[in-house]
């Protein structure tokens, strides 16, 4: 009976050898003709070729779809300039500093988004197609005309309100999102860096004593609000500029989250913090499902889904928890700076018009007697720039409840096609826009988010809803038009029996010769 021996099997036992300080595997014996078959894999070292082969898979296709893509831009010196990012950075420049430039301001942002319309006009229509249903919103905004209160203020801020839309769209549709984030980190960190050397503070609270880092806006949330915000999309570029091994990308990341992150200390906003802190946690936790599975990340995300469905269904007690720790965490006045005051004023408004509202950007206005007496008492001397610090709130003021159950619902969608999209096809900047959505929706009890015209958090808000469509690829190769093929005859010519004497036939026009040698026989 022939014996052979088997290095692998279930039952292994590791023999160290003394003379040479080696380990090796005892080998198995086998009865019989049975053959030796070399042991596999276990399961951990095939877990690890897994993970190793998506992260390679995924690596593989980004770069050939960005191979794909056509090399557009512009270089100076050695660096290149997207059109997207450099839209990116002349749309959130002067969205940033609006405060300082007024008019100025919202022209330049008027004037850049139809620039940019034209850039795109070959691939809109396609782009757009599926984020039309987020233009219900500002389409309801602009159909509140018929019952304002001042139906041509009501006119002009829902057209800006559409423009701020479609400046979001267009950022979530652009080809290269690399550039995108790089184009926004620069436009934050310019104002963040321009607060810190030119900037004030203001007193916290009322009454409460203090005082907390407000920049140039003169309000120290506004200020936490473009930190944070700045911060989280820092956070994505430091990420792509690991992974694409940017090193000039790294550092200006880098410096920008350390910046954004002493100026929201600073600046001493709950709200600011608190998003701040979702949207980091989000990131963090997101960003390591890049490099597991589909079902994977299925089931977490369908966890963190219910518990965000928890959370909206306990909407009332968060609110009212975000305001506790807000008064206890930051010293703050336990009416967090008067807003409940303000809620409770909004509340007789809402009854007197509870579906239709009083027309959108209707109420805040010079001459309304209501916002003047609010004004008054919270002493705004400049009457104007004020909000009921609360997007259910504002929304049932201004459309009622039928524009807050339309702009629900729209959000609703845009969130599930949102996380729909992560699961089957993530990236870091999926991630980014997930976190900054979630920023956002954790300060809807406290700010109004995404009503505002020509704000900067409206932009965000509507680009994290449009990325979970498609974004603009590579044009394809133009095809080559069929061509009837040409019948020719093949005819045989025997140049071996051609001599002097003999003339060599003369091969029809159209034809193809075949060559045949004197050792060839036909």
């Known amino acids: 009976m022939s014996t052979t021996w088997d290095m692998g099997g279930p039952r292994r036992r590791r023999i160290r050898d003394t003379d040479e300080g080696a380990s090796y595997v005892r080998p198995r014996r086998l009865r019989g003709d049975a053959e030796a078959v070399s042991p596999g894999p276990n399961r951990r070292e095939q877990r690890t070729a897994q993970v190793l082969r998506l992260v390679d898979e995924r690596l593989v296709a980004e770069r050939a779809e960005a191979a794909a893509q056509p090399d557009i831009g512009w270089r100076i010196g050695g660096l290149r300039l997207d059109p997207d990012g450099v839209f990116a950075f002349l749309l959130f420049l002067p969205l940033l500093f609006?405060?300082?430039?007024?008019?100025?301001?919202?022209?330049?942002?008027?004037?850049?988004i139809p620039l940019y319309v034209f850039v795109r006009r070959e691939r809109l229509l396609q782009v757009m197609w599926p984020r039309l249903f987020l233009f219900l919103v500002p389409a309801f905004a602009l159909f509140s005309v018929l019952w304002s209160q001042a139906p041509g203020e009501t006119f002009k801020y829902a057209i800006e309100f559409g423009l701020t839309v479609l400046a979001g769209l267009l950022l979530s549709s652009a080809r290269d999102q690399f550039a995108v984030l790089r184009g926004l980190t620069l436009a934050f960190l310019t104002y963040v860096a321009a607060s810190i050397a030119f900037g004030g503070s203001v007193a916290v609270g009322v009454g409460a004593g203090g005082y907390a880092f407000s920049g140039l806006s003169g309000s120290k949330n506004l200020l936490g609000d473009i930190a944070s915000s700045g911060m989280i999309i820092s956070i994505a570029t430091l990420m792509l500029g690991v992974r694409h091994r940017r090193p000039l990308w790294i550092v200006i990341a880098a410096a920008a989250i350390l910046l954004d992150l002493y100026v929201v200390l600073a600046a001493r906003s709950a709200g600011a913090l608190l998003g701040l802190a979702m949207g980091a946690c989000a990131?963090?936790?997101?960003?390591?499902?890049?490099?597991?599975?589909?079902?994977?990340?299925?089931?977490?995300t369908a966890a963190v889904a219910l518990c965000l469905i928890a959370a909206g269904l306990s909407y009332r007690w968060l609110a009212q928890t975000m305001i506790e720790v807000g008064a206890q965490v930051f010293d703050k006045d336990p009416t967090l700076t008067g807003r409940t005051y303000?809620?409770?004023?909004?509340?007789d408004l809402i009854q007197e018009k509870p579906l239709l509202g009083r027309g959108y950007y209707a109420f805040?206005?010079?001459g309304n007697i209501d916002a003047e007496g609010l004004w008054r008492y919270f002493g705004i001397d400049e009457r104007g720039g004020f909000t009921f610090h609360n997007t259910a709130v504002e929304l049932l003021v201004t459309v009622g409840w039928i524009g807050l159950i339309l702009t629900a619902a729209v959000a609703l969608v845009g969130v599930i096609a949102l996380v729909r999209r992560f699961v089957v096809r993530p990236s870091i900047a999926l991630?980014?826009?997930?976190?900054?959505?979630?920023?956002?929706?954790?300060?809807?009890?406290i700010e109004s988010i995404g009503v505002a015209p020509f704000y900067f958090s409206?932009?965000?808000?509507?680009?994290a809803l449009g990325a979970a469509f498609g974004?603009?690829?590579?044009?394809?190769?133009?095809r080559v038009p069929y061509r009837s093929?040409?019948?020719?005859?093949?005819?045989?010519?025997?140049?071996s029996a051609a001599g002097w004497a003999n003339t060599r036939p003369a091969p029809a026009p159209g034809s193809l010769r075949l060559l045949r040698g004197p050792d060839e026989r036909p």
């Open 98 to 112: 609006i405060a300082q430039l007024g008019s100025l301001g919202a022209a330049a942002v008027a004037a850049v």
């Open 283 to 300: 990131m963090l936790a997101l960003a390591p499902l890049l490099a597991v599975g589909k079902a994977v990340r299925a089931w977490l």
């Open 342 to 347: 303000l809620w409770y004023r909004a509340a």
């Open 364 to 366: 805040w206005l010079q």
């Open 431 to 445: 991630v980014c826009w997930i976190s900054l959505l979630l920023y956002q929706l954790a300060r809807t009890p």
């Open 458 to 463: 409206t932009v965000l808000a509507f680009a």
């Open 471 to 478: 974004r603009v690829k590579a044009p394809r190769a133009a």
């Open 485 to 495: 093929p040409n019948v020719i005859r093949l005819e045989p010519v025997d140049y």
